[in-house]
Structures are given as structure tokens and as C-alpha cells.
């Protein structure tokens, strides 16, 4: 199978425009067949999927594992989560998870500024099934640049005050930035973060 990344609508604009290379790979028949019915199913072209499948490894599967994620389902996430109260959920996020989801961070960026940690969060929330949106909004005469993040996970309200608490010690204590606005509700978390 031949292809080339070029143009390939699936990359931003930013990795859109490295140079690319056309290669060719030996795949066997049946899982030629499942990645054309994909690519037909999401309606992309097979070149897209195949592109989106190494960034996704790149990007994610080479080193979660060894960063120390594991999978669970949704249903025992959000059961796990239910059983506890919130001033549990703080303290977990406000300790273990800041530190853990740092080290992890580095780990698989190799740095810890604003662009690694949105660029680490938006990995782990698309790899983990949960919808994540970044917008940057410009700097105005009366607002300085920021972004927002909104994240939608349909795991309750206990997981949102944990991603909230997470996200916000991770910027206030391992990168020195603060939220300007933090809106939870049972299924979206909303974060605001001054550039």
C-alpha cells in the first residue's frame, strides 16, 4: 500500500505542513480490507486513517503504557468515582493525580509548559474516548489573549470536580498559570487559561 501524508485533513495546520514522504508497506489482505471499510465508514480517504493511526501511536500508545496508564470502562470509572466524596476527589486530584499526571506529562512531552500540558491533556482525553475542544481567543483591547478548553466526558459530576481540581493544581503549582473561569457541570468541564 502506497500513500502520501500530504494535505492530509486529519493533521493541524502545524504538523499539515512538515514535508512528507511517500512510503510503501506490505499489509495483509483482511487488515487492508477492515482499514478501507474505516476510512469508508468516517468518510476519509484511507490516507488520512492510515496517517491518523501513526500519529495516534506516536503521540499516545508508545508511551502510555509506560507512563503508567491502564484502560478501565467508563461505567467503573464514573462507579469508582460516585463512591467517593468530594472532599476525597480534591485531595486525590489536589496530590496523587497532580503529581502522577506531571511526572506522566513529562514524561511524553519532555517539558512542562502551557503548549506541552493542553498538547498532553487534548492526547489523553481523545485516547481515553472523552471529546476535547481548544479555542485560542485573541487578544482584544480590554482582554489578553487565552484559551479555553472544554472537555465532555458524560462521567457525572464527581468526575468533573476531579478533572477540574486536576487541571487546575497541574497549571497553579507545576506551571504557574491560574484559571480565569472554571465552569463544571454532571458531563462538561469548561477552563479558561490566560496566556
Do not use: C
Not at 511517500?22 to 499489509?27: A, D, K, P, S
Not at 491518523?52 to 478501565?72: D, F, P, S, V
Not at 481523545?126 to 462521567?155: A, C, M, P, Y
Not at 497553579?172 to 472554571?182: G, H
Request: net charge positive.
Amino acid at each position: 500500500m502506497s500513500f502520501m501524508s500530504k494535505g492530509a485533513g486529519y493533521f493541524p495546520d502545524s504538523v499539515r505542513k512538515k514535508e512528507t514522504v511517500t512510503v510503501t508497506f506490505r499489509v495483509d489482505k483482511e487488515s487492508m480490507h477492515l482499514l478501507q471499510e474505516e476510512a469508508k465508514r468516517q468518510q476519509i480517504s484511507l490516507n488520512n486513517l492510515v496517517n491518523h493511526i501513526i500519529n495516534r501511536y506516536i503521540e499516545w500508545e508508545e508511551y502510555a503504557a509506560k507512563a503508567g496508564y491502564m484502560q478501565l470502562t467508563k461505567p467503573v470509572v464514573a462507579e469508582l468515582f460516585n463512591r467517593l466524596s468530594d472532599e476525597d476527589i480534591i485531595e486525590i486530584a489536589r496530590k496523587t493525580g497532580k503529581d502522577a499526571n506531571f511526572d506522566i506529562m513529562l514524561f511524553m512531552k519532555g517539558k512542562t509548559d502551557l503548549e506541552s500540558f493542553i498538547s498532553w491533556l487534548e492526547a489523553r482525553m481523545k485516547n481515553s474516548g472523552i471529546e476535547i475542544s481548544r479555542k485560542v481567543n485573541s487578544e482584544s483591547e480590554f482582554q489578553s489573549r487565552s484559551q479555553t478548553i472544554v472537555i465532555k466526558h458524560d462521567l457525572g459530576q464527581k468526575w468533573s470536580l476531579y478533572l477540574k481540581t486536576l487541571i487546575e493544581s497541574l497549571l497553579k503549582e507545576s506551571l504557574a498559570k491560574t484559571t480565569t473561569l472554571t465552569t463544571l457541570t454532571s458531563n462538561t468541564v469548561l477552563v479558561k487559561i490566560p496566556e
